[in-house]
T-cell receptor, first 110, second 109 residues
Framework: AAGVIQSPRHLIKEKRETATLKCYPIPRHDTVYWYQQGPGQDPQFLISFYEKMQSDKGSIPDRFSAQQFSDYHSELNMSSLELGDSALYFC?????????FGQGTRLTVV | GIQVEQSPPDLILQEGANSTLRCNFSDSVNNLQWFHQNPWGQLINLFYIPSGTKQNGRLSATTVATERYSLLYISSSQTTDSGVYFCAVDRGSQGNLIFGKGTKLSVKP
């Protein structure tokens, strides 16, 4: 079965650079979520989209933005990167209440 | 906001042993999911179980929504069961999950 696809899997950036993470949801899933998981932490909700419209917002920094495109894929844009942004970033998708997670993008800011 | 508490925080088992992981939540929920995060960081869906009981092989889960807790049972544990087990809940219909702190399980051969 198709799963949620995230790219890239690993990313190394320097402070103050920008990064773009991509997410391709499971086909026919209409909702996409982004989560951030710091080292040793639980995943924290950042933002979600339903039918290409932002549906909810969590603890997403103002330096981050996201959107969902007409083909339902989503991108998380991160600017002015800080060392504290180093984390595992998950995308998840759903069509009912159950969410399915991608393999994550491990971002390291140096 | 809703609080999710998992216990125990850490668990060490010998291969073949059974275990019970608990998740307490502070308010009614529309969604409850159990995940296994393996040592490579991947979050694997185990159960979607806002109420009732489900079984999948050596794993089973029970959620008693009226008493606001869920249990995950692992029988005949294997070394590949090692990792962190997360319980996550959602109060509303938007699916934004709130995770507990997890139970870190280590299964020794």
């Amino acid at each position: 079965a198709a799963g949620v696809i995230q790219s890239p899997r690993h990313l190394i950036k320097e402070k103050r650079e920008t990064a773009t993470l991509k997410c391709y949801p499971i086909p026919r899933h209409d909702t996409v979520y982004w989560y951030q998981q710091g080292p040793g932490q639980d995943p924290q909700f950042l933002i979600s989209f339903y039918e290409k419209m932002q549906s909810d917002k969590g603890s997403i920094p103002d330096r981050f933005s996201a959107q969902q495109f007409s083909d339902y894929h989503s991108e998380l844009n991160m600017s002015s990167l800080e060392l504290g942004d180093s984390a595992l970033y998950f995308c998840a998708s759903s069509v009912t209440a159950e969410a399915f997670f991608g393999q994550g993008t491990r971002l390291t800011v140096v | 906001g809703i609080q999710v508490e998992q216990s125990p925080p850490d668990l060490i088992l010998q291969e073949g042993a059974n275990s019970t992981l608990r998740c307490n939540f502070s308010d009614s929920v529309n969604n409850l999911q159990w995940f296994h995060q393996n040592p490579w960081g991947q979050l694997i869906n185990l159960f979607y179980i806002p109420s009732g009981t489900k079984q999948n092989g050596r794993l089973s889960a029970t959620t008693v929504a009226t008493e606001r807790y869920s249990l995950l049972y692992i029988s005949s544990s294997q070394t590949t069961d090692s990792g962190v087990y997360f319980c996550a809940v959602d109060r509303g219909s938007q699916g934004n999950l709130i995770f507990g702190k997890g139970t870190k399980l280590s299964v020794k051969p």
